[in-house]
């Protein structure tokens, strides 16, 4: 079988901090909560991909991301719009969102000190692209360990989820095992932190940010 000699960058930090219905209180939703029209073309708030690393194509998982119906609105204008630095427009808008979901599911195993290793590669990344504060930084860069300690032993495991749901300053995490029990649930009330998360998959040079934005649908002018 072949392995991973590193954590994949990005996703680790995605950890720190649907679609599916899943235990401890986390109901089945199909979108966060309506912030504008309900007429908002809700295909331009979903974006999801496939990681694949190594020249073998391995499969390390899937991403889902939802934003809210005012941020596909927002996004919709600027894919339409067609002028300007297109990609850093709706980077913007996604690292800002004040209402999303977000699913991550595992397709490999991976261990604890891989994970924590490419979060802390992330969180630099994210910090010097100035999305978070320098003590945002230094809390979730201590904290990753002890906040995913349960993992040390057990390890990642395949169709292992994460879930996150970020509703105004609130995020919501919660790390669930394949047969869909809860390992880990927490709630952070703090804007910074989902900010991290988002920018993770959004900042320039982000492995997600590529694929994410290209799974949007193209104008109608193309």
């Known amino acids: 079988m072949l392995s991973l000699p590193h954590f994949p960058r990005g996703l680790a930090l995605i950890c720190a901090f649907f679609s599916l ?8 939703t199909s979108a966060p909560a309506n912030q504008g029209a309900t007429d908002a073309p809700r295909h331009y708030g979903r974006m ?3 990681l694949e690393k190594t020249i073998f194509k391995v499969d390390v998982l899937v991403l889902e991301v939802e934003l809210s119906d005012s941020d596909a609105r927002d996004i919709a204008r600027v894919v339409e719009r067609g002028a300007g630095s297109i990609e850093d427009s709706i980077a913007a808008i996604a690292i800002n969102t004040r209402a999303a979901n977000l699913r991550t599911q ?3 195993s991976i261990s604890l000190d891989q994970f924590v290793d490419g979060a802390r590669q992330d969180l630099q990344a994210v910090l010097a692209a100035g999305v978070i504060t320098d003590e945002t930084h230094r809390v979730l860069f201590e904290g990753l360990p002890v906040w995913f300690g349960f993992l040390e032993e057990r390890r990642i495991q ?8 970020i509703s105004g300053d609130t995020l919501r995490t919660r790390y669930g095992a394949a047969d869909g029990t809860t390992l880990m649930q927490r709630t952070d009330v703090d804007a910074d932190r989902s900010r991290a998360v988002l920018g993770t998959y959004f900042v320039r040079g982000s492995q997600f940010r ?13």
């Open 21 to 28: 219905t899943v235990a401890g209180g986390w109901a089945q």
């Open 48 to 50: 999801s991909m496939l």
């Open 106 to 108: 595992f397709l490999r």
């Open 158 to 165: 395949k169709g292992d989820e994460l879930q996150y749901r």
């Open 210 to 222: 590529d694929k994410l934005i290209e799974s949007l649908p193209k104008s109608n002018s193309e």
